[in-house]
């Protein structure tokens, strides 16, 4: 039996690609074993045991970013981290680690570095981050979600997407998804997202300008963020959800989307085939904007910076875009047309390929016998692949 160790979390967006590698890799090999390395305070300590496969928690470290008590205490508590990790990787005699971007993700690498366990990484975004760009000098096992993305030994694997968006044929599920939502099946749908945490700036906007879209003969299915203040509305034709656990569905009902451009948004609503009108989120580096480059420039989306992105832009901009249904109609085939809907297989065939590769013996990481212990320090245990399959919206963006 193989062990792996995924590192990453934080936000839905880094988890959700790392638990659909999971799926594929223990799909495709039923005797393999993956463990999660992430912190308790992420998202991943809900949707990780959520989805059947074991936790393994590190403290959360933010890489300090000004000189003050908590960048003095850093090194110190990123060290913990680092053995911690090596010991997980010991008791578990894990063969390959493979990390995604979040906290868990650099310590995982200084880890398995030191252990002589192999990496592979997976670069979400155009813009890689910090531990990525470290894990690249690593390793030859790069994975990158875009073609725009500069990564050393990296290769295009796409993103890899849950079964239900992989697999998802949206005309078929359409009458699936309006049922679901309580949504006219005689007039379009505009569904509007911030991600899971919800985004400020879309969600004001969309609210007070929904009387306006819904004149122009649209209904909005809103996914305000489970900490927006936005409660439910009485305007006919304007849905407000806090939360949304079958973004499937949601696509399956809608004919465009306003949201932020997440990797994980930009992905799925490419691999599905559906237009949009994406709102950068204005901090951070920047990769918001390269992360929509692509389907930007092949007609499928409309990119609007966040400060521009008012009620006047949504009265003059995109009610006329809503009008005109064979502007939408081509819009959704070139989005298509850069979707990658594979990303699942192509990543895991990496980290495959990294186990085979593996040219050191896994007794010198375990000291010559495999462990007795299914646990390490600080587990969460939880049952084995195969618990039920709860969807989550993708996005990480505020």
């Not at 839905?12 to 463990?35: F, I, K, M």
């Not at 933010?62 to 990123?78: E, Q």
Request: glycine share 12%.
């Amino acid at each position: 039996m193989s062990t792996y160790l995924f590192a990453g979390g934080g936000t839905a967006g880094h988890v959700n690609p790392l638990l659909a590698v999971a799926d594929r890799l223990t799909e495709q090999d039923p005797d393999a074993r993956v463990l999660v390395l992430g912190t308790a305070e992420g998202l991943e300590a809900r949707l990780v045991p959520m989805r059947g496969y074991e936790l393994l928690t590190i403290p959360r470290l933010p890489f300090p970013r000004k000189l003050d008590a908590r960048a003095l205490r850093f090194p110190g508590g990123f060290l913990g981290a680092v053995r911690r990790t090596e010991r997980y990787i010991r008791e578990h005699d894990v063969e390959v680690v493979l990390g995604v971007g979040g906290y868990a993700a650099a310590p995982a690498y200084i880890a398995a570095k030191r252990t002589g366990t192999p990496i592979v990484v997976h670069e979400q975004n155009a813009k890689p981050g910090l531990a990525n760009r470290l894990a690249a000098l690593l390793t030859r096992h790069v994975g990158l979600t875009f073609s725009n993305t500069h990564l050393r030994h990296g290769r295009v694997v796409g993103m890899p997407l849950r079964r239900e968006i992989e697999s998802l044929d949206r005309r078929a599920s359409r009458a699936e998804g309006l049922a679901e939502f309580g949504l006219d099946p005689d007039r379009p749908v505009l569904l509007v997202t911030g991600g899971s945490s919800g985004a400020r700036s879309i969600n004001t906007t969309v609210n007070r300008s929904a009387t306006a879209i819904v004149d122009a003969g649209w209904q909005v299915l809103h996914v305000v963020g489970g900490k927006s203040d936005i409660g439910p509305s009485d305007l006919d034709g304007y849905h407000v959800l806090p939360y949304c656990d079958r973004m499937d569905l949601a696509y399956a009902a809608s004919d465009f989307v306003v949201s932020r451009s997440g990797a994980g948004m930009v992905c799925e609503l490419t691999a599905v085939g559906l237009p949009s009108v994406l709102v950068p989120y204005p901090v951070g580096n920047g990769e918001q904007r390269h992360n929509a480059a692509d389907v930007v420039g092949s007609g499928g989306a409309v990119l609007v910076d966040d400060s521009a992105f008012t009620d006047e832009w949504v009265t003059f901009q995109l009610l006329p875009i809503l009008r005109d249904r064979a502007r939408i109609a081509d819009m959704a085939v070139r989005a298509g047309s850069v979707g990658h809907r594979d990303g699942a297989d192509r990543m895991t065939a990496l980290v495959r390929e990294a186990s085979k590769r593996s040219s050191r013996p896994r007794a010198d990481r375990t000291g010559g016998t495999r462990p007795e212990r299914t646990g390490g320090p600080g587990a969460e245990r939880t049952g084995g692949p195969g618990a039920e399959h709860t969807s989550t919206s993708t996005t990480e963006e505020r």
